[in-house]
């Protein structure tokens, strides 16, 4: 009696800020928002508070749904869809609708979850609820995924995501670039998966959504399973399993276990095959993940019949399939049912019940035709059409109201248009000049770049000139000797000068040559570059420009030294490369080493020796090169933007910011390869490039060039 009237006299307002702080944390903590939305329940409840009982039922259904309890989600979100229609609330209605059509797809009625999801889509339009209407478009593209309409389901995710980007929304922006990545994933493009899979991990760490770390950690293992790279798929499998296990995501732990099963059977570890899929399958019992339960038998079978395996058992995996049967038909779940009946056949074959086997094939093509069947499709297909002529029959309305009211404004209008094509040729002019000047800048970083060579080289080419100097002055006194030993006819004496003389020729064809390649070698870079690949030796070109590019930052400041360490792998690969763009990039990050070294010296007292490091290693798929200063390194704050274009922390007039961003755009799309930055501020940095050994494979680097 006590708690009743506690419950009665408690304010609106406390239930109000319950549901705020559940709303809030739907997404990232399920857990507690279950929590929140029940108390302010049961405060709303004991005090017939009509407005905070539909939006704690509201988030309450949507955290059955995680927990997979979707009866229980559908019994609250109808009693919150009740309640917001008296209240008029139409946001409220949209967002039941949006969950209604999520447990319509996890059910396997993808007309229908199409049906709620277009008219969740219809008011939040109307509402202008940018929020809804991102999300509603993510949810379109999941069940159009689910029915395998690549093309829509794309469409509307990228929909959702350009709102989100927008709008600045988080939730949606993570949630469609990880669905995106499930589309390339399921069209076998693996790499560009895994691309859009880090993109929406980075924003759920970023926000603590731990819900969805774990589902993009568990879509990375599966990518990488595709990939044959079993051993990165365990270690993003396992760290999804830890965090599911911690949050009490039951669906998401029986998945992630159910995924490493597949991973160990891959491996031939088929008792850990066997103890991950007897866990998962414990779990999705608890949860009455039927069609869960299923799959996992299914695969059971595949395992008992594999030859390898200790406990190997047809019969076994006859019975494992019986019992996925009558699951997939009490859940009617049919993609499933496909699968059982596809893999009874696979078995039965074996077995030589062909009888069997041939019913099961059949059962198999009449389901997968009834999944594609055509009164779906028109049905889908109708649900669309009706969506569009509604837009279009309100589209009309809100245009022909407009055309009234700016029937006055004619002139209005024609002065607008005349400031707009104005502003137009103003911005195509600005553009115009912008391109110029983007222009100018590239070339002035290749002059640069050019400069710094050519200074190097005139140091380079300036030791076999004075070699052939000397040799030519000693060869044209020899030649005085040899006429004065001929008139005085002392024959005997000419033998000796003869081969003096010749010697001294070699010595200045050697160096002539020597001098000969660094020109061609400056000719080379100073061209440009043809895109012409070549196998060369990666030692011989980097110890080139390191010492190129010393000589020519010499020549800027003759008190300039430093020790230079050369670490090399003697028996690296040759690989094929473009010669004068990977010397673009070396003499770059070497005359960047330099730079910050002489810039940490310029500050640190006497003890301070400046070192610049040339490492090259071979790996097992790649040649790798490392160029190492003891610089000042670089600053936490700017390690993110240093690859992109006109970023630069030199002063003002000492840099174009394209070095940097030239460079990686070589190395990673002209080459395959990676560019990475490894530095710990005060003490070093460490450009690191990877080029690939084989010809069009790629490597995968570790930070990536924001793309802001």
């Given amino acids: 009696m006590m708690l009743q009237k506690e419950i009665a006299s408690a304010p609106t307002e406390t239930v109000d800020l319950l549901n705020q702080q559940a709303w809030e944390l739907r997404v990232s903590n399920s857990a507690r928002a279950f929590e929140l939305s029940k108390e302010a329940l049961d405060l709303a409840e004991g005090m017939a508070y009509t407005k905070g009982k539909a939006e704690a039922a509201r988030t309450y259904g949507f955290c059955h749904i995680r927990l997979s309890e979707h009866g229980k989600a559908a019994f609250y979100l109808e009693e919150a869809l ?188 088929y008792q850990k095959a066997l103890d991950s899929w007897r ?129 006055g404004l004619n002139q209005a209008i024609k002065e607008q248009k005349e400031k707009l094509e104005l502003q137009r040729d103003a911005l195509v002019k600005a553009l115009t000049e912008l391109n110029a000047t983007q222009e100018q800048l590239i070339q002035r970083e290749k002059l640069a770049s050019l400069g710094e060579l050519t200074a190097g080289i005139a140091h380079e080419i300036q030791n076999p000139l004075n070699f052939m100097n000397n040799f030519s002055e000693v060869s044209a006194e020899l030649l005085t000797e040899m006429e004065e030993v001929v008139g005085a006819g002392r024959v005997e004496e000419l033998l000796p000068l003869v081969k003096d003389l010749t010697q001294n020729l070699q010595k200045i064809r050697e160096h002539g040559t020597r001098a000969d390649s660094i020109v061609k070698n400056m000719l080379q870079h100073s061209r440009k570059s043809t895109g012409q690949k070549e196998r060369i030796a990666i030692n011989s070109l980097a110890e080139e420009y390191l010492r190129l590019a010393y000589h020519g930052f010499r020549a800027k400041d003759k008190s300039f030294n430093v020790v230079l360490v050369a670490d090399l792998d003697r028996d690296l690969k040759e690989v094929e490369v473009v010669p004068q763009d990977l010397g673009r990039v070396l003499l770059n990050l070497f005359s960047n080493a330099f730079y910050a070294v002489q810039q940490r010296q310029k500050q640190e007292d006497d003890d301070y020796q400046p070192q610049v490091s040339l490492i090259t290693r071979q790996l097992a798929d790649a040649v790798e090169i490392k160029v190492k200063d003891n610089g000042p390194g670089i600053p936490a704050g700017v390690r993110s933007k240093i690859f992109q274009p006109f970023f630069t922390t030199k002063p003002t007039g000492m840099g174009t910011g394209l070095g940097l961003s030239l460079s990686y755009d070589i190395v990673r799309k002209g080459h395959g390869g990676s560019l990475d930055v490894n530095t710990e501020e005060g003490e070093f940095t460490e450009f690191i490039i990877r080029i690939p050994i084989k010809a069009g494979s790629t490597v995968l680097g570790g930070l990536k060039r924001s793309n802001t």
């Fill in 82 to 269: 009740q309640l917001f229609q008296e209240l008029g609330d139409v946001k409220g209605q949209s967002d039941v609708l949006e969950y209604r059509g999520i447990i319509c797809r996890s059910q396997g009625d993808y007309a229908a979850s199409l049906d709620y999801l277009y008219r969740s889509l219809e008011i939040r339009e109307q509402a202008a609820y940018q929020d809804g209407i991102s999300l509603t478009h993510y949810h379109l593209g999941i069940t159009y995924r689910y029915i395998g309409n690549y093309n829509t389901a794309l469409d509307h995710l990228l929909k959702s995501l350009e709102i989100a980007r927008e709008i600045n929304f988080w939730v949606s922006e993570s949630y469609a670039l990880n669905s995106i990545g499930v589309i390339y994933f399921e069209n076998d493009d693996f790499d560009m998966a895994l691309e859009y899979f880090l993109q929406s991990l980075a924003i759920r760490r970023a926000h603590g959504d731990k819900w969805g770390e774990a589902g993009c950690l568990d879509n990375l293992g599966n990518a990488y399973v595709k990939l044959d790279k079993y051993e990165e798929a365990l270690l993003y499998c396992k760290q999804s399993q830890v965090i599911t296990e911690r949050i009490g995501d039951k669906k998401g732990y029986g998945n992630t276990l159910f995924h490493l099963g597949n991973i160990y059977l891959k491996l031939k570890d």
């Fill in 279 to 407: 866990e998962s399958q414990s779990v999705r019992v608890e949860i009455n993940d039927k069609k869960g339960q299923a799959e996992i038998l299914c695969c059971l079978s595949e395992l008992y019949c594999q030859p390898d395996f200790a406990e190997v058992d047809a019969s076994r995996a006859i019975s494992f399939l019986e019992a996925a049967l009558l699951l997939g038909k009490e859940t009617q779940a049919k993609d499933v049912l496909s699968k059982i009946h596809y893999r009874s056949y696979e078995v039965l074959k074996q077995l030589n019940a062909y009888d069997q086997a041939l019913n099961h094939l059949e059962e198999h093509l009449a389901l997968e035709k009834e999944v594609h069947n055509e009164a779906i499709q028109r049905k889908i297909v109708n649900l669309e059409i009706y969506h569009r002529v509604e837009q279009a029959k309100k589209e009309t309305e809100i245009f022909r109201l407009r055309n009234i009211e700016l029937s």
